[in-house]
């Protein structure tokens, strides 16, 4: 599953101030998906895709593809580099490549008007992607770490605050003095 963090970097448009009833119409429309039977399902996919679903797909895959196709019309699709990724990766499982799935490279970076979201001491923090930094509680700063530290008052790692960098595990071997 993606970083919940991450989820609205990819190619995500703009904020406008009709967001939250977008976002609502947007899970009611997946939700009302599951309502539907599987001739409705198919009537659903000529109108997203304009062609006939496959035939071989399931009910439960049908409705996961549309759900995911009527998010990625409303908030953006996946970004060149991901869909690249991920086609490889594929290629490589048909192909009966066995192998560990390789880590997604760390030189990703977030777009404007993507959204950070943290909770700490029971407050939700937003913080947006601006042109110059980051922007939260009405100031615009010029890195994570800066505004982690706004936030808690004490010196931490932006990136690993938000959850867009792994903890450093312990060594388990002894090593370690």
Same mark, same amino acid.
């Given at each position: 599953m993606p970083? $919940? /963090? @991450? /989820?609205? /970097? $990819?190619?995500?448009?703009?904020?406008?101030?009709?967001? $939250?009833s977008r976002e609502a119409a947007v899970a009611a429309e997946v939700a009302a998906l599951a309502d539907l039977d599987l001739h409705g399902l198919w009537v659903r996919w000529r109108k997203? +895709?304009?062609?006939? &679903?496959? &035939?071989? @797909?399931?009910?439960?895959? @049908?409705?996961?593809? @549309? &759900?995911?196709?009527?998010?990625?019309? /409303? +908030?953006?699709?996946l970004d060149r580099e991901t869909a690249r990724f991920l086609d490889r990766i594929a290629r490589q499982r048909r192909a009966g490549d066995k192998s560990p799935i390789p880590p997604v490279a760390e030189t990703r970076t977030l777009k404007v008007g993507a959204q950070l979201v943290r909770e700490h001491d029971g407050v939700l923090h937003r913080v947006t992607v601006a042109e110059g930094g980051y922007a939260w509680a009405g100031t615009t700063y010029r890195s994570l770490s800066e505004v982690a530290r706004a936030i808690t008052g004490t010196r931490w790692n932006g990136p690993r605050f938000f959850g867009l960098r792994d903890r450093p595990t312990r060594s388990t071997s002894g090593d370690e003095a």
């Amino acid at each position: 599953m993606p970083n $919940p /963090a @991450l /989820a609205r /970097a $990819p190619s995500t448009p703009s904020r406008s101030d009709n967001e $939250p009833s977008r976002e609502a119409a947007v899970a009611a429309e997946v939700a009302a998906l599951a309502d539907l039977d599987l001739h409705g399902l198919w009537v659903r996919w000529r109108k997203l +895709f304009r062609k006939q &679903a496959p &035939a071989h @797909l399931s009910r439960a895959l @049908l409705v996961r593809i @549309l &759900a995911y196709r009527v998010q990625a019309n /409303a +908030f953006g699709d996946l970004d060149r580099e991901t869909a690249r990724f991920l086609d490889r990766i594929a290629r490589q499982r048909r192909a009966g490549d066995k192998s560990p799935i390789p880590p997604v490279a760390e030189t990703r970076t977030l777009k404007v008007g993507a959204q950070l979201v943290r909770e700490h001491d029971g407050v939700l923090h937003r913080v947006t992607v601006a042109e110059g930094g980051y922007a939260w509680a009405g100031t615009t700063y010029r890195s994570l770490s800066e505004v982690a530290r706004a936030i808690t008052g004490t010196r931490w790692n932006g990136p690993r605050f938000f959850g867009l960098r792994d903890r450093p595990t312990r060594s388990t071997s002894g090593d370690e003095a």
